[in-house]
């Protein structure tokens, strides 16, 4: 009897928390990070995309029509992104050298759809291992300060592991790349992309959803992709309207690894 009455006690406690606790807190995207759980809930490590090596290299002068971002000679198309005065990463001998102490760097102008081209060299001393190695990301939308927006990740997964939708080629922790066609450290890799950007209706919500199709050295590793939201580090992605024209912005990532390097990079408007 006496027992009874404690297990109907504990299990009224148990049926009163069930009902009155979810109803006391905020919904997810009202709360802070912390209660979205940790980084680690969002890794995927399988399947490991194969490995391919890419062929000849896929350099050489943009088309007549590309805005030219970078040439080789200045950063005159380039803002900081924490306070938009001129972009202060290192230009020397034709390429830009991030500079993590100064942060990440966007373009001045605004782009909506487009076919993008870049290159990026991590270098041969590079150091460290999985997320800590060569970490960069080319931001396809710069929809904020920070890492604010849509990240093509930048990172030497050239044998080198980590979560497969974090590797190099992913579209950070939504979709792995096809393949991996990472180059050695110490050789220029590009990629080529076509974004479409995400539109939004008057009271905020989606539209039509952002795509990505992409080519790392020249290989496929997005097939028109169809974005969940912004790319985050923790939590859901979560869509956020802006006018669906944006900077473009380069991560300078916080690890101690070696500073990358980027030349040739442009983009034609579609
Ligand atoms: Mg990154």
């Not at 200045?74 to 993590?100: E, F, M, R, Y």
């Not at 050789?187 to 199709?213: C, H, I, L, M, R």
Request: glycine share 8%; charged share 20%; proline share 9%.
């Amino acid at each position: 009897m006496r027992k009874h009455f404690f297990t109907t006690l504990a299990f009224t406690a148990l049926s009163f928390l069930a009902t009155a606790v979810p109803a006391q807190q905020p919904p997810a995207s009202q709360a802070p990070a912390a209660n979205r759980g940790k980084p680690e809930d969002t890794e995927v490590w399988e399947p490991v995309p194969k490995i391919v090596t890419p062929g000849v290299p896929t350099s050489g002068p943009p088309p007549s029509d590309a805005v030219i971002l970078f040439d080789g000679n200045n950063l005159d198309q380039w803002v900081s992104v924490k306070d938009k005065s001129p972009a202060k990463w290192k230009v020397a001998s034709g390429v830009i050298t991030v500079d993590k102490s100064t942060g990440n760097i966007e373009t001045k102008r605004s782009f909506k759809n487009y076919q993008l081209h870049l290159e990026y060299l991590i270098p041969e001393n590079i150091k460290g291992e999985a997320q800590a190695r060569g970490n960069s990301g080319l931001f396809l939308a710069s929809t904020g300060p920070g890492d604010a927006g849509y990240e093509l990740q930048i990172l030497d997964s050239y044998n080198n592991k980590t979560y497969v939708n974090g590797q190099a080629g992913s579209v950070y922790k939504q979709y792995p790349p096809l393949v991996n066609a990472c180059r050695k450290p110490g050789e220029w890799q590009s990629y080529d992309v076509v974004w479409t950007a995400p539109t939004f209706n008057a009271d905020g919500s989606v539209k039509t959803p952002a795509y990505v199709t992409a080519f790392h050295n020249g290989v496929l590793i997005q097939d028109r992709v169809e974005l969940k939201g912004e790319t985050v580090y923790i939590g859901k992605p979560e869509y956020k309207a802006y006018s669906s024209s944006a900077p473009i912005k380069l991560q300078a990532h916080g690890d101690p690894s070696p500073p990358i390097s980027f030349r040739n990079i442009w983009v034609r408007e579609l």
